[in-house]
């Protein structure tokens, strides 16, 4: 199934549901005790966003899936905003579990309590903030656990892209590679600050570069 | 980049630190440690006093 989601709110009982296309602003909520499984198909991505640059995106409580398949479990191409709390995104192999890459414009990003356990191998992170062209990123990232990527948590700006990224009382273990990792372009820019955050077993912690 | 009040234990290495000019910069009480091949790969500034 694919939709397009034009009006908030919009809450989902519990189902599984097919790869869903945003491009307006949205909230998409399972309520408590409701289990909105997202699956999308083979190397592709459960939530794909492509939206204006004013359009705000809540997802609450929602579990995507890659069922070991999957591409990515977000991709946030375009939009203003993008808030997502109580998230599970698991089993994606080719990707990342949120992939926020917006080529310009500013995007504020909220993740809050929310897992993100993928398939390592695929070079993939729990959360992966990319800012290319002259995209700002600012983002807020609390109350995660990030377990069982390639990266846990990685902000790489690319060409002049820019990001300032707050990591606060989170976990990321057992990734393959590095736990939070970070990465300027050539003439990009990053901030990170990272408070009260475990990162055990892995192979690097904390990596930054740039 | 600044990182204080956190735990980093157990990994391969624990800090991976390669920014030029060093802008890794430490707060309050990190516990960094019993990493398997080093704990610290390169040093990082000293501490911030915040305000």
């Known amino acids: ?3 397009d989601l034009a009006r908030p709110p919009q809450t989902i009982d519990s189902a599984g549901f097919g790869p869903i296309n945003i491009t307006k602003s949205v909230t998409i909520t399972s309520p408590n005790g409701v289990e909105a499984g997202i699956v999308p198909v083979a190397s592709g991505d459960a939530i794909d966003i492509n939206a204006g640059p004013n359009d705000a995106i809540v997802l609450r409580g929602l579990t995507l899936n890659g069922s070991g398949v999957g591409g990515n479990g977000v991709v946030f191409n375009s939009g203003g905003s993008l808030t997502g709390t109580n998230c599970t995104a698991q089993n994606f192999t080719d990707g990342s579990g949120i992939l926020i890459g917006p080529t310009s414009g500013t995007v504020d990003v ?3 309590k929310s897992i993100t356990a993928n398939v390592a191998g695929g070079l993939g992170a729990g ?16 109350h995660v656990v990030a377990t069982g990527n390639d990266y846990g948590i990685a902000a790489d700006p690319n060409s002049s892209g820019l990001t ?3 990591i606060s009382n989170s976990v990321a273990s057992n990734n393959l ?11 990009g820019g990053l ?6 955050v475990t990162a055990s077993g892995n192979s690097f912690g904390i990596a930054m570069a740039g | 980049m600044l990182l204080g009040r956190s735990i980093i234990t157990g990994n391969g290495t624990g800090i991976d630190n390669a920014t030029s000019p060093n802008s890794f910069f430490t707060y309050k009480d990190n516990r960094i440690t019993g990493n398997i091949k080093t704990d ?5 500034n000293a501490t911030v006093a915040l305000q």
């Open chain 1, 1 to 3: 199934m694919t939709a």
């Open chain 1, 110 to 112: 909220v993740i809050i």
């Open chain 1, 127 to 142: 959360i992966r903030l990319v800012a290319s062209g002259d995209a700002i990123i600012n983002a807020v990232i609390d």
């Open chain 1, 164 to 166: 300032a990224v707050a």
């Open chain 1, 177 to 187: 590679i590095t736990g939070i990792a970070g990465s300027s372009g050539i003439s």
């Open chain 1, 191 to 196: 901030g990170v600050s990272i408070d009260n």
């Open chain 2, 40 to 44: 610290i790969d390169c040093p990082m």
